[in-house]
């Protein structure tokens, strides 16, 4: 039953990036092991090359002891290598039975379908959370009438259902209650005791101490420290995620903290987010902070009026309500995407089509073409967007130019209030260069910024404030001196702040 597993100097680059360099990890039968790092470490790059969805440049991955290559994730399966990865797998439209049993469903001699026992087989393995669940969660309940914490029960259970040798629970229980991660941990408990190799990644300092024999840190790409928990402690790691940085706070321009208010938040609770309250003043550039998905998209989409949401929230000293995004417009609030090519951009419309999106009714009908095209143009030059004309597919722009692209068909609209997320993910580093001016321009127009970035350096090079989210909820305000890398770490740790 047992498995051990060995990363030796695994190397992965993409393009000119290289997101791990010298990735090491060693995790045996019967034994947790908590992998850690912050944002951009390379923790997730690893996972990945464990479980066959990325190939490895170079180095070396042994499992009992043997040379392995995987060139896809079901090879990694067919060795009982199973991860539960906090972006569901799930099919929204496919009942708990049909999600667990995908791909691996019991089936008879003549390949037909054994419904029955898959369902009693569901059934069995859901009683594993019995009593911290509801009665909806069923094996026959649709996967999308199910609330957050029951779908990660599913995506857990789907991962037990393939027998696993080494499981990696990759931020597992970000959507669990206190009931369902004590239950959780009772099952690591079992499944260690069957002889399962466990890698355990979460943002949850106290889970790691609790459930971990070991801890592996990953810093910009390469493992730098091994330990057994009851030898080290939380500032040890946080130390070790960090590095020998300096806690010098980076050079900001002058606090607008004494200028009015733009926005006012008060108790807002939406998706993960849980009552948030904060103030964002007049040509401020605030930042949000914390590990990916502990709420920054859901209060960035909130406030834009695009999920449901319960608090109060003000603009200008005035309430308002926004019920869905063109209420928002209407009060000159812009929101832009971090994943431009789900969200952002009609791929396979022009880059005039795109500028436009949100202004055509401003042209009236029959559409002023000419004033149209000269306002496109004009907003392309601006942003420097590197086209032969406005005619082209948006889709055959760089990465870059097209993150471009959708903020400039927001910035057409001259908004006071910009909700940005995570918008320089995946651009090259000479357009975000000319991103960082771009703000920097906007903010002496009067533009005030809310801001969530995983590149912790963007947050403590840009930003005035960064209030760091944990489990939906603020967990640190950073400023002045404050605002430096060992702060930020520890605060998006949900450890007290020490520096």
Known sequence: ???SLSARHIVKRYGGVLALSDGNLEVTSGEVVALMGANGSGKSTLTKIITGVVAPNEGQLLIDNQLARFSHP???KRLGIVAVYQELSLIPDMTVAEN???THEPMTANFRLRGREMRTRSQVLLDLFSGTVGPALDPEAPIGALAPGERQIVEILKAISAE?????LDEATASLDRQQVIRLFDLIKTWKQQGIAIVFVSHRME?????ADRTTVIRNGKTVYSERMENTTEQELIRQMIGDVSLHAAAHLESPAASPVRLRVE???AGSVRGVSLQLHDAELLGLGGLQGQGQTDLLLALFGAIPHTGRVLVDDRPVAFRHPDDAMQQGVAFVPGDRSTEGLLLIRSILDNLQLPSW?????PLRMPKAYSDATSAARDLNIMMTSLDMLVSSLSGGNAQKVVLGKWLMRKPNLLLLNDPTKGVDVGAKGEFYSLLANLRQ???SILFYSSDDEELLNLCDRVLVLHDGRISAELRAAGLNHANLVAASMGTEQRL
């Not at 889970?207 to 459930?211: C, H, L, P, V």
């Not at 009714?361 to 009908?365: C, I, K, Q, S, T």
């Open 100 to 102: 667990i049993w995908l």
């Open 164 to 168: 696993p040798r080494l499981l990696i």
């Open 445 to 447: 127009s009067g533009t």
């Open 1 to 3: 039953m047992g498995l």
């Open 74 to 76: 079901s090879a990694a």
């Open 207 to 211: 889970e790691i101490f609790r459930i």
């Open 361 to 365: 009714a401003r042209y009236g009908f």
């Open 267 to 269: 108790g807002l609770t």
